[in-house]
């Protein structure tokens, strides 16, 4: 009888930290209490976690609940630990901040063509996750954006953003017997409303309308470029997005899942709509405490009709490295990214990781037949190797050097570096 009453006793008045016998025993939460939070409102950090005041205690969902605070990706550090006294559990949850208001800076290139970004942004708007900014972009062009997104309101199930812009860019376009390059303008006003299921997953449906302008570079253009094309267009988008990756400093673990669509409406050619609809699959894996893999699965499907304004595009800034600058169009892609990466370096300012790398495309150019979608003329195929210096005192930024060598190409460059800021995917 003695040792059963000094188990009793034990169980009863030891401080806890881990998770021993606690997950056989009915205790309940008696405190949940946030710590470090300047600029995070607490009321809408609760949404995330499952842990409430009074509600048994459970050593996993404790644990997910970290896991969930990191995966919002606005803090440097989510610690936490929890004591048991007298049946009861008590939970201190330690937040380390990061800095929200600060300048957007891009450089990015390779031989053929040369990007920057800068901008202004809060990342994190009235401590709930918000984002508003400004935005300039120098591509071949001028650009610019205003932009809002509130992800997901507090204690909703609703979230949503808008963005007003205007986009200029070279871009070519490839007829019959000819590729014209034009100066296109975009001007464009856009939103979007979410509709979460959980954590992890939510549905977007979109709205946007469109003025665009092509004018001819070129001395002596095609009939059709002798003066600006203007079209005026409305655009319809839904999308589903399942995310459960989970974050660690530069590791990731999971999976993303976004299943796309969207409706193309020309008041000009009311008689050509256009329709598309999107899969992109991203798979993470640790493999043992300094690598990681990384894969990116994107099936793009758009109407298959002869037009010189082709939506899906080989591009060595957005898919596929070494390939060089907007060398094709089509109206359907498949892409296959992969990265193994690996951190060989780490202190209390960055992380510094060194990457192998393959991508590999097929494009299937208007009007072609599926089966020739996947034959060899149609692949763009480039492997190569990299480094990666992730700044941890500026939020996550990344520097980003590739160098990559074609293995598979039609009509692609052979190869070359690719620089950026933030991963590649």
């Not at 499952?50 to 048994?56: L, N």
């Not at 709930?128 to 001028?142: A, C, F, N, Q, S």
């Not at 673990?253 to 409406?265: D, I, T």
């Not at 996550?396 to 933030?422: C, E, M, P, Q």
Request: charged share 20%; glycine share 10%; hydrophobic share 40%.
């Amino acid at each position: 009888m003695r040792y059963l009453l000094f188990l009793i006793l034990t169980v009863q008045f030891t401080h806890v930290k881990g998770q021993g016998i606690v997950r056989h025993l009915p205790y309940k939460i008696d405190t949940i209490v946030f710590e470090g939070l300047n600029v995070t409102q607490e009321d809408w950090l609760r949404t995330f976690i499952q842990c409430k005041e009074g509600a048994p205690f459970s050593p996993e969902i404790y644990e997910r609940d970290l896991q969930n605070i990191r995966n919002i990706n606005l803090f440097f550090s989510v610690k936490g630990e929890w004591r048991v006294s007298g049946g009861q559990v008590a939970i201190t949850i330690k937040i380390r901040e990061a800095k929200y208001v600060y300048p957007y800076v891009y450089v990015g290139g390779f031989k053929e063509a040369f990007q920057v970004s800068l901008g202004l942004s809060n990342i994190h708007w009235k401590g709930k996750g918000g984002t508003l900014g400004i935005w300039y972009r120098y591509y071949d062009r001028h650009s610019f954006s205003a932009f809002y997104r509130m992800p997901r309101l507090t204690n909703s199930s609703l979230g949503y953003e808008w963005a007003v812009g205007k986009y200029g860019t070279v871009e070519p376009l490839y007829f019959q017997d000819q590729v014209c390059l034009v100066n296109y303008d975009l001007f464009s006003t856009s939103s979007k409303l979410y509709r979460w299921m959980g954590l992890h997953q939510r549905v977007e449906a979109g709205l946007g309308i469109f003025h665009e302008v092509y004018t001819a570079l070129d001395e002596h253009p095609v009939a059709i470029l002798s003066h600006p094309i203007k079209k005026n267009k409305g655009l319809i988008s839904l999308s589903y997005i399942l995310d459960r990756r989970d974050y660690s400093y530069e590791m990731v673990e999971g999976n993303f899942l976004e299943l796309s669509s969207e409706y193309v409406y020309t008041l000009e050619e009311p008689q050509f709509p256009f329709a598309a609809g999107q899969v992109t699959w991203k798979n993470y894996k640790k493999l043992g405490g300094k690598w990681n893999s990384a894969f990116r699965l994107r099936l793009s499907y758009g109407t298959n009709r002869y037009s010189p304004f082709l939506p899906y595009v080989i591009d060595g800034f957005a898919n596929v490295r070494g390939s060089g600058n907007r060398i094709a169009r089509g109206t359907a892609m498949a892409l296959f990214n992969f990265e193994l990466r690996r951190r060989v370096y780490q202190n209390r300012y960055g992380i510094v990781q060194l990457v192998t790398f393959s991508d590999l495309a097929w494009l299937r150019k208007a009007g072609d037949s599926i089966p020739s979608w996947w034959s060899a003329k149609s692949n763009y195929s480039y492997a190569g190797f990299g480094g990666r210096v992730l700044l941890q005192r500026f939020y996550h930024i990344v520097l980003r050097l590739d160098y990559s060598r074609a293995i598979h190409t039609n009509g692609g460059a052979k190869g070359g570096l690719v620089f950026g800021i933030g991963q590649f995917y």
